[in-house]
């Protein structure tokens, strides 16, 4: 009987998932359905081949062909963009065709899911999984199918595997974690975006201070979007009984860059680690390879990320940053919580949040501009033109009741910096009818002040 409910239950969540990819795009269902497929039966095959040189085929057989699919619908433009301009500096005039074709919803996280999964078969850690109905929900778990976070085998797959059932006290933290990532992007992320956009998108005759407020709220938005997302999609995982891997450990409070990579996406950056940091060698070859490897996995990291050359050097950046720690040993000196039982930070610690906070935003800047021209222009703005003026859009009225909200944000991510989300306890010891007040506001703030731009600023997933 247990075993019929089970099946029942991944039954309908996978029929959610298919249903839910569906309603993105349709035409991308046979896509996720063909990579499923192909790593089920390449898993398999993996585990039942004593010989090495088999192993090894199937592995790269499903590798190729899902680093292929990638490559064709998010990267193939890019790189025939990228040899035709570089052969137009030589003084070659060539023409390639492009590829007019849409770039289906979460492929980068659903092939990585895959990946992992044949990966971690081939280096004996996990054995394949025969049901191809739990296999298939692992992939497309429709709360993380579309950005994350990027789960492992080791760890969901066990909880696909086994019964599960209705927890009422999971489900209200679900909830209330879905409510706080809904607060995050309906609330700050769009609000920010509608000035960051237009900051960005007409940088040309804008004072520094506008650009450098341009740039802050690019860098809320950025993380209010995705962070937002993954409480989203962490919440509604728990009421389903399913607790997937923690995607940010509030970053912006980070003392040093290495902390800040230790805090932020912080699924994509263990699967790097896992599975293209130590194959390479990680930091065993000594320093320089240490160095190599590290730019290495920061470099694809950015063009994960996106298609264009802007993510590679938001990358190369974030890898110069954290080279000081690398090279004198420091990467793991703030393994902490910063203050941790304390109200307010050191005058020390304060200042290195920050200095890591200014760091990562000029970063982003790279990540949002249009072209590298553009993100050097931007930066050169900020510095030489009337840096210390009133912001231009920080007088009108309306942007006002926003960074009010986005500073009562900052407050509440830091008094709840110790917990898994900002207000996992926040009013715990409240009475129940002040709670609920708190609960009210959010939602009433998400009526008043929800964003006209409203987008999902990881489209390139």
């Known amino acids: 009987m247990a075993k019929g409910q089970l099946r029942l239950q991944n039954i309908l969540l996978l029929v959610s998932s298919y249903f839910f990819y569906a309603c993105w795009d349709w035409r991308f269902m046979f896509l996720l359905i063909f990579s499923t497929v192909l790593d089920y039966y390449t898993g398999i095959k993996i585990h039942e081949n004593s010989k090495l040189s088999r192993k090894k085929f199937w592995l790269w057989l499903s590798i190729g062909i899902n680093l292929g699919f990638l490559c064709v619908f998010k990267y193939y433009n890019f790189f025939t963009d990228s040899f035709a301009n ?63 976070p990027i789960e492992r085998a080791t760890h969901l797959l066990p909880q696909i595997s086994k019964k599960r059932e209705f927890n009422y006290s999971n489900a209200v933290d679900g909830l209330r974690q879905i409510l706080w990532g809904l607060f995050k992007k309906i609330v700050i992320a769009d609000n920010c975006a509608e000035y960051a956009n237009t900051i960005f998108n007409n940088s040309a005759g804008l004072s520094g201070s506008t650009l450098l407020l341009g740039a802050i709220l690019f860098s809320f938005q950025i993380y209010c979007d995705f962070s937002g997302y993954s409480d989203i999609a ?8 399913i607790e997937l891997l923690r995607n940010f450990a509030f970053p912006y409070f980070s003392r040093d860059i290495a902390e800040f990579w230790r805090r932020w996406h912080i699924s994509l950056s263990s699967w790097f680690k896992d599975y293209l940091y130590f194959p390479l060698g990680g930091s065993k070859g000594g320093m320089l390879m240490t160095i190599r490897n590290t730019f290495i ?41 910063v203050a941790k039982g304390k ?83 926040l009013g715990a010891k409240w009475n129940r009818p002040l709670r609920w007040l708190m609960y009210y506001c959010l939602i009433l703030a998400m009526y008043f002040f929800a964003g006209s731009e409203q987008q999902f600023i990881y489209f390139q997933f």
């Not at 052969?87 to 770039?103: K, P, R």
């Not at 962490?234 to 009984?241: D, E, I, P």
């Not at 800047?365 to 003026?389: N, Q």
């Open 297 to 337: 996995i920061f470099i694809v990291s950015g063009f994960w990320h996106g298609a264009n050359w802007t993510f590679v050097a938001w990358g190369f950046l974030n890898a110069l940053y954290i080279m000081p720690s690398i090279i004198f040993g420091t990467n793991r000196k703030n393994l902490d919580i």
């Open 234 to 241: 962490l919440g509604t995982a728990r009421l389903f009984g």
């Open 343 to 425: 109200y307010l930070p050191t005058l020390k610690e304060f200042f290195s949040i920050c200095l890591t906070f200014g760091l990562t935003v000029l970063a982003w800047i790279f990540f949002r501009a249009s072209s590298i021209a553009h993100a050097f222009t931007y930066i050169s703005g900020i510095f030489s033109k009337s840096l210390f003026k009133i912001p231009q859009f920080a007088g009108r009225s309306e942007a006002i009741p926003i960074m009010i909200m986005t500073v009562i944000f900052i407050i509440i991510e830091w008094f709840g910096r110790e917990q898994q989300y900002a207000i996992a306890k």
């Open 86 to 148: 570089g052969l137009s500096l030589l003084g070659f005039n060539v023409h390639l065709g492009s590829l007019q074709i849409l770039l289906p919803v979460g492929i980068s996280f659903y092939t990585f899911h895959g990946l992992s999964y044949v990966i971690d078969i081939y280096k004996n850690r996990i054995e394949p999984e025969r049901d191809f109905v739990e296999y298939s929900v692992f992939v497309s778990f429709f709360p993380l199918l579309v950005a994350g």
